[in-house]
C-alpha cells in the first residue's frame, strides 16, 4: 500500500517540458525526451541556445507534424512517416532530430522510399536530356557547330531541324522499304553487278528458287540506287553528328548511336557483297554467309528509334523496358527452366506413341508453344497422361509470362506519369520565363 503514493509522487515529479515548433505548442515529459535518439532533444537544458526564458520553452523553427512523430516514437520506439509530408522534407527533419532510417515503422516503408524510386526514375528520363544540354553549353562559343548540333539534336527547335528531322525519317522508312522489295521477284533482273562463271550455275540445280534468284539475279536498279541513297544519307547525317560532338565518348556510349553506327557498318558490308556474289557463290558456305549478312541488315529498323526524341510514349516505352531488365531476364530464365522441365516429360511419356522421329528438343520447341498459348499443332500428345502434362505446361506458361509483364507495365505506368509531370513543369518554366522577359522589355521599353 505504501508503494503506490511513492510512485505516483515520483510521476508527478518529472518536470514537463514545453516546446514551441512554429507556432504549435507541445508538452511533454523529460522522461519521454530521455528516450531520443538524437542528442539535440536528449541533452536539453535551460542552457540551450533554443531556449526562450521568458516564455519558458523551447523554440525551434522546425515542421511541426514531423516534430509529432517524433515525439510518438520516444514512447512507441517507432517512427510513422506523416503521408501529408513530402518525404524529403521528412528525410531533411529526422536528420536535424537524429532519428535513424532503422526506426521506421515497417508500415511506412513504401511511403518512404517511394520518393527515391520516383527521384531515379526522373533522373533516368533527364540522363540522355542533360547529355545533350550540356553538349550544347560546350558548343555555345562555336555558332556554326552549334547550329549543325541543334538541327540534328533538337528536331523542334527551329523549322530547317524539323524539315531535316521529316526528311532523314522518310529516308528510314524508304530504306525499310526496299529491303523488304529486295527479295521480291518481280525487282529482281539478270545479274549486272556481278560476272558469274558458267559453272557456277549448276551448283544451284538442286537449291530452292529463293537461293538461285538472290545468288544469281540482282536488284533492278531504281531499288539499288535508292538504297544506296538511304545509306549515304545515314552515314553523312552519323559523321556530321560525330565530329561536331563537343564530347565523342558520350556520343558513342548513347545506345541510338551505338544501334546507328551498326546500321550503317552492317549496311555498307552488305552493300560490298552485292558487288561480290560471284565470289559468295563458290560454295554453300560462302553463300550461307552471305545471306547472314543480308539479313542483318533488318538492324536498319533500328533507326526506327529515332522517332522516340518527339514521342514520350516511345522513349518511356524504352526507358520502362531499360528498367525491367532484371525482371526480364528471370522471366526468360524461369521460362527456359519450365520449357525444358516439360519437354523432357513428353519425350519419355511419348516413348510408345510416336514412330520415332522427335527428340526431345521438339518437345521443348512444343512446350515453349504451348506455355506461350501460341499452339501451332504440328506436335502434340496422344496420351492420356500427356494431356494432363500438357495442361499444367499451358496454365505454368501463362502464370510464369503474366507475372513478370505486370512489373514491367508497373514500370511504364511509373515512368509514363512522371514524364507527364516533368513535360508540364517544362512548359511551365518556359512559360514562367517567357513572362519575365516579356516584363523586362516591358520595363525598358
Same mark, same amino acid.
Given at each position: 500500500?505504501?508503494?503506490?503514493?511513492?510512485?505516483?509522487?515520483?510521476?508527478?515529479?518529472?518536470?514537463?517540458?514545453?516546446?514551441?515548433?512554429?507556432?504549435?505548442?507541445?508538452?511533454?515529459?523529460?522522461?519521454?525526451?530521455?528516450?531520443?535518439?538524437?542528442?539535440?532533444?536528449?541533452?536539453?537544458?535551460?542552457?540551450?541556445?533554443?531556449?526562450?526564458?521568458?516564455?519558458?520553452?523551447?523554440?525551434?523553427?522546425?515542421?511541426?507534424?514531423?516534430?509529432?512523430?517524433?515525439?510518438?516514437?520516444?514512447?512507441?520506439?517507432?517512427?510513422?512517416?506523416?503521408?501529408?509530408?513530402?518525404?524529403?522534407?521528412?528525410?531533411?527533419?529526422?536528420?536535424?532530430?537524429?532519428?535513424?532510417?532503422?526506426?521506421?515503422?515497417?508500415?511506412?516503408?513504401?511511403?518512404?522510399?517511394?520518393?527515391?524510386?520516383?527521384?531515379?526514375?526522373?533522373?533516368?528520363?533527364?540522363?540522355?536530356?542533360?547529355?545533350?544540354?550540356?553538349?550544347?553549353?560546350?558548343?555555345?562559343?562555336?555558332?556554326?557547330?552549334?547550329?549543325?548540333?541543334?538541327?540534328?539534336?533538337?528536331?523542334?527547335?527551329?523549322?530547317?531541324?524539323?524539315?531535316?528531322?521529316?526528311?532523314?525519317?522518310?529516308?528510314?522508312?524508304?530504306?525499310?522499304?526496299?529491303?523488304?522489295?529486295?527479295?521480291?521477284?518481280?525487282?529482281?533482273?539478270?545479274?549486272?553487278?556481278?560476272?558469274?562463271?558458267?559453272?557456277?550455275?549448276?551448283?544451284?540445280?538442286?537449291?530452292?528458287?529463293?537461293?538461285?534468284?538472290?545468288?544469281?539475279?540482282?536488284?533492278?536498279?531504281?531499288?539499288?540506287?535508292?538504297?544506296?541513297?538511304?545509306?549515304?544519307?545515314?552515314?553523312?547525317?552519323?559523321?556530321?553528328?560525330?565530329?561536331?560532338?563537343?564530347?565523342?565518348?558520350?556520343?558513342?556510349?548513347?545506345?541510338?548511336?551505338?544501334?546507328?553506327?551498326?546500321?550503317?557498318?552492317?549496311?555498307?558490308?552488305?552493300?560490298?557483297?552485292?558487288?561480290?556474289?560471284?565470289?559468295?557463290?563458290?560454295?554453300?558456305?560462302?553463300?550461307?554467309?552471305? !545471306? +547472314?549478312?543480308? $539479313? #542483318?541488315?533488318?538492324?536498319?529498323? @533500328?533507326? /526506327?528509334?529515332? *522517332? =522516340?526524341?518527339?514521342?514520350?510514349?516511345?522513349?518511356?516505352?524504352?526507358?520502362?523496358?531499360?528498367?525491367?531488365?532484371?525482371?526480364?531476364?528471370?522471366?526468360?530464365?524461369? !521460362? +527456359?527452366?519450365? $520449357? #525444358?522441365?516439360?519437354?523432357?516429360? @513428353?519425350? /519419355?511419356?511419348? *516413348? =510408345?506413341?510416336?514412330?520415332?522421329?522427335?527428340?526431345?528438343?521438339?518437345?521443348?520447341?512444343?512446350?515453349?508453344?504451348?506455355?506461350?498459348?501460341?499452339?501451332?499443332?504440328? !506436335?502434340?500428345?496422344?496420351? #492420356?497422361?500427356?494431356?494432363?502434362?500438357?495442361?499444367?505446361?499451358?496454365?505454368?506458361?501463362?502464370?510464369?509470362?503474366?507475372?513478370?509483364?505486370?512489373?514491367?507495365?508497373?514500370?511504364?505506368?511509373?515512368?509514363?506519369?512522371?514524364?507527364?509531370?516533368?513535360?508540364?513543369?517544362?512548359? #511551365?518554366?518556359?512559360?514562367?520565363?517567357?513572362?519575365?522577359?516579356?516584363?523586362?522589355?516591358?520595363?525598358?521599353?
Amino acid at each position: 500500500m505504501d508503494e503506490c503514493p511513492q510512485s505516483y509522487s515520483s510521476n508527478a515529479m518529472d518536470s514537463k517540458v514545453i516546446f514551441n515548433i512554429r507556432g504549435s505548442r507541445f508538452e511533454t515529459l523529460k522522461s519521454t525526451l530521455s528516450k531520443a535518439p538524437g542528442e539535440i532533444l536528449r541533452d536539453l537544458d535551460e542552457g540551450s541556445g533554443f531556449y526562450d526564458r521568458a516564455k519558458q520553452e523551447y523554440f525551434f523553427d522546425r515542421d511541426p507534424d514531423v516534430f509529432n512523430s517524433v515525439l510518438n516514437m520516444c514512447n512507441t520506439g517507432l517512427i510513422h512517416v506523416p503521408k501529408h509530408i513530402c518525404t524529403n522534407l521528412c528525410k531533411v527533419e529526422m536528420a536535424f532530430w537524429g532519428v535513424p532510417t532503422t526506426v521506421i515503422s515497417k508500415c511506412c516503408w513504401r511511403t518512404y522510399f517511394q520518393v527515391d524510386e520516383e527521384t531515379e526514375v526522373i533522373e533516368h528520363l533527364q540522363e540522355n536530356s542533360q547529355q545533350v544540354c550540356d553538349m550544347s553549353q560546350a558548343l555555345k562559343f562555336d555558332s556554326f557547330r552549334y547550329k549543325l548540333w541543334t538541327c540534328i539534336e533538337k528536331p523542334g527547335s527551329s523549322l530547317v531541324a524539323k524539315m531535316w528531322y521529316v526528311f532523314y525519317m522518310a529516308a528510314v522508312f524508304v530504306s525499310n522499304v526496299t529491303m523488304c522489295l529486295w527479295t521480291m521477284s518481280d525487282f529482281r533482273t539478270d545479274h549486272y553487278l556481278n560476272t558469274y562463271a558458267p559453272n557456277t550455275f549448276e551448283s544451284f540445280e538442286n537449291s530452292s528458287v529463293k537461293w538461285a534468284r538472290l545468288m544469281l539475279t540482282d536488284p533492278v536498279l531504281s531499288v539499288l540506287a535508292v538504297d544506296t541513297l538511304c545509306m549515304l544519307v545515314f552515314t553523312m547525317e552519323f559523321l556530321v553528328h560525330f565530329f561536331i560532338c563537343p564530347r565523342k565518348y558520350l556520343f558513342l556510349k548513347r545506345p541510338i548511336n551505338t544501334a546507328t553506327l551498326t546500321v550503317i557498318f552492317i549496311m555498307w558490308i552488305g552493300f560490298v557483297m552485292e558487288f561480290n556474289k560471284e565470289r559468295m557463290a563458290i560454295n554453300k558456305t560462302t553463300r550461307h554467309f552471305f !545471306f +547472314a549478312c543480308k $539479313a #542483318l541488315t533488318m538492324t536498319r529498323l @533500328l533507326l /526506327f528509334l529515332r *522517332l =522516340e526524341s518527339q514521342f514520350r510514349a516511345l522513349r518511356v516505352l524504352l526507358k520502362s523496358i531499360q528498367a525491367s531488365l532484371l525482371e526480364l531476364m528471370l522471366m526468360i530464365l524461369t !521460362f +527456359a527452366i519450365a $520449357a #525444358l522441365i516439360f519437354g523432357n516429360m @513428353l519425350y /519419355f511419356i511419348q *516413348l =510408345e506413341e510416336t514412330d520415332g522421329n522427335d527428340s526431345v528438343y521438339i518437345w521443348v520447341w512444343w512446350a515453349i508453344i504451348t506455355m506461350t498459348t501460341v499452339g501451332y499443332g504440328d !506436335f502434340f500428345p496422344t496420351s #492420356l497422361l500427356g494431356y494432363s502434362v500438357g495442361v499444367i505446361c499451358a496454365i505454368c506458361g501463362v502464370v510464369i509470362l503474366s507475372l513478370p509483364i505486370a512489373v514491367i507495365s508497373s514500370n511504364f505506368s511509373i515512368y509514363y506519369s512522371l514524364s507527364m509531370e516533368k513535360g508540364r513543369m517544362a512548359r #511551365l518554366h518556359k512559360h514562367h520565363i517567357r513572362k519575365e522577359s516579356l516584363a523586362d522589355s516591358n520595363q525598358s521599353g
